[in-house]
Structures are given as structure tokens and as C-alpha cells.
């Protein structure tokens, strides 16, 4: 693919981003942020024990915060202990009050993780389908060019993947899409956001920066991008002034790895 179309694809690519940012999110975003809102966030000590009874677990609820889901906990699951804490008021015997006194305990609860339960689809982001086909071992070789290690693990505390500078983790058994719009996004942030190029940079900025890109090299590929795209960079808080303040980083990231996994390779003859 010549460097002209690469840009004029990009280009073509992130105004299309722009356009689904401007009009919020989407119908499949609001559902999840819905969803993720029954979730308790759990203390430091209480993800250390969910991890240490079940490593795998990757989103945890109470039985009643589970059927008001639509879901249920599953015959003979056995439950992962955490400690909840409890308020109970001391009355004071001669002003009747019981504003002062309170005191704290705590007792054992139990949680479950969403694959020891069954029932109704939990609403899910948009995601990416289609099949790389060639040009995800294209992107692999591109990265191993880069002298970047690529690992996969088991689990990654919910994430898909993970960019450590030097090297990139990847969750197993992720679809063939989804590992390329991963491995995409991981590179972005490989060539992005390590070093001296992460100062001054804040989270949101890097995840819209490298979703974008991701969303960029799959359009190329003619992957389908449905809302992904969109999601991941609203969840992030991102919006269009969030990418448009980095159209040019973002476009320059994107050329280089299009140019890569669109690259022909060379027959024997074509070398000589």
C-alpha cells in the first residue's frame, strides 16, 4: 500500500472516529456503565483474598447483586470468602443517643465470580469481529522487528492485554480479531507512550491515542469496528478534543504499522 493511501485511509479513519464521538455514547456503552455501576469496588485486602481463592476471577458480585443481573449462582459453586464490614450503633444510656458509640466489626461474606454463575448475557461494550488472516502473523513479525517480546498469560486481572515497554502480554483464547485490535493497541503504546514520551501524558490521553490507532490499522485491514472503538475511548473518558489534540502522533503510529502488515512479502526472485 503506497504512503499516500496509508494517510488518506487514516485520515479517512479517524474522521469517521471523531464523527461516532461527537454523538456520545453508545446504546452498548450506557448498558455496561449501567451494569458496572452494581459492582462494589473491593478494598486492597479483599481483592488479595478473591485472588488468592480463585486467581481467575475476573468480576465478582453478591448472590442478590447477581439475580438483580439476571444471573444466577450455579449448583454447588462454593462461595469466595471476603470481609464485610458492619456498623452498629451504641446507645448511650442517659441522653439516649446513638450518634456516639458506634462501632465497627466485621464478618466473613461471600462473593462469586461471573463464571460460576448462568443466565442472562451481561451487556458488553462494542467489540471487533472479521478475520486478520495473514496479517496478524504480519503484525507479530513487525513487533518482533521492534524488539519487543510478545507473551500470552491466563489472565491479566481483566484486561486484554498489557504494554511494559520492551514487552507486550496478551490474554489467551481471545478471538482472532480481538487479539489483532489488542496487539494493535499494545504496539501503540509500545511506540507511544514509554520513556521520556509517556511525560506529560495522562491516561486518558494515552488510552485514546492507542485505541484510536488500533481502530485506524483494523479499518485498514477491513476488520469490523463496530462501536469498539468509540466505547474504549469514552470509558477512558476520551473525546474529540482528546483526539484531536494527537491526530498527528496518532497518524504517524497508524502509517508505520499499516505499512508493516500490508507489506508483501518479497519472492527469491524480487530480492535478487
Not at 6 to 30: C, F, I, M, R
Request: hydrophobic fraction near 40%; charged fraction near 25%.
Amino acid at each position: 500500500m503506497k504512503r499516500e493511501q496509508v494517510k488518506q485511509l487514516a485520515d479517512d479513519a479517524l474522521n469517521t472516529l471523531a464523527e461516532a464521538l461527537e454523538q456520545g455514547k453508545s446504546e452498548a456503552l450506557t448498558d455496561y456503565l449501567a451494569m458496572v455501576a452494581k459492582f462494589h469496588q473491593y478494598s486492597f485486602r479483599n481483592i488479595m483474598l478473591i485472588a488468592s481463592q480463585r486467581p481467575d476471577a475476573c468480576r465478582v458480585a453478591g448472590f442478590n447483586t447477581w439475580r438483580k443481573l439476571g444471573r444466577f449462582v450455579k449448583k454447588g459453586e462454593k462461595g469466595i470468602v471476603i470481609i464485610a464490614p458492619m456498623v452498629f450503633k451504641k446507645q448511650d444510656a442517659e441522653s439516649g443517643s446513638d450518634e456516639e458509640g458506634r462501632r465497627l466489626w466485621f464478618r466473613a461474606a461471600y462473593v462469586f465470580d461471573v463464571s460460576q454463575t448462568d443466565g442472562e448475557p451481561l451487556p458488553e461494550p462494542g467489540t471487533v469481529s472479521g478475520d486478520p488472516a495473514g496479517y496478524a502473523e504480519r503484525l507479530k513479525a513487525f513487533i518482533a522487528v521492534q524488539g519487543i517480546r510478545l507473551e500470552y498469560a491466563d489472565t491479566l486481572g481483566g484486561a486484554d492485554g498489557r504494554s511494559h515497554g520492551g514487552r507486550i502480554e496478551l490474554l489467551k483464547g481471545l478471538t482472532p480479531a480481538a487479539e489483532f485490535s489488542t496487539l494493535a493497541h499494545e504496539l501503540a503504546h509500545e511506540m507511544m507512550h514509554h520513556g521520556e514520551k509517556r511525560d506529560g501524558s495522562t491516561r486518558t490521553s494515552r488510552e485514546t491515542e492507542a485505541e484510536a490507532v488500533a481502530f485506524v490499522v483494523c479499518r485498514a485491514i477491513g476488520l469490523e469496528t463496530s462501536t469498539a472503538a468509540q466505547d474504549y475511548i469514552q470509558f477512558h473518558d476520551g473525546n474529540t478534543e482528546t483526539l484531536a489534540a494527537a491526530l498527528d502522533r496518532i497518524q504517524h503510529t497508524a502509517a508505520a504499522i499499516i505499512e508493516a502488515v500490508t507489506e508483501e512479502p518479497q519472492t527469491d526472485a524480487q530480492a535478487a
